[in-house]
């Protein structure tokens, strides 16, 4: 199996920074896009970016020149590099990864735990 674990999150003050790190592990034969979402209390979980095996990258327009998401491809690693942190940021960030695994040998995506992230105005 694939399991995903995240780090990085905590509480931090308005227009402060974190960074987010997502690892991947498991029977892994390649990882495809990898990405982040998040999902705010009472709301839907919403893509924030993601980053392809090629290092194309796609990011929401409310985060655009303020994150940053970058991978390890050696490391099997998602990293989210959030500055300029605004409360609207506030929720539980999750990371994914679309697995092709030895056990599936089909494309998966996979869900990390998720890490809170808080930030006060």
């Known amino acids: 199996q694939v399991q995903l674990v995240e780090s990085g999150g905590g509480l931090v003050q308005s227009g402060g920074s974190l960074r987010l790190s997502c690892t991947a592990s498991g029977s892994i034969l390649r990882i495809n896009t990898m990405g982040w979402h998040r999902q705010a209390p009472g709301k839907q979980r919403d893509l924030v970016a993601g980053?392809?095996?090629?290092?194309?990258?796609n990011y929401v327009d409310s985060v655009k020149g303020r994150f940053t998401i970058s991978r390890d491809n050696a490391k099997n690693t998602v990293y989210l590099q959030m500055n300029s942190l605004e409360p609207e940021d506030t929720a539980i960030y999750f990371c994914?990864?679309?697995?092709?695994?030895?056990?599936?040998?089909?494309?998966?995506?996979?869900w990390g735990q998720g890490t809170q992230v808080t930030v006060s105005s």
């Open positions: 980053i392809t095996s090629g290092g194309s990258t």
């Open positions: 994914n990864a679309d697995v092709v695994s030895y056990h599936r040998m089909y494309e998966y995506t996979y």
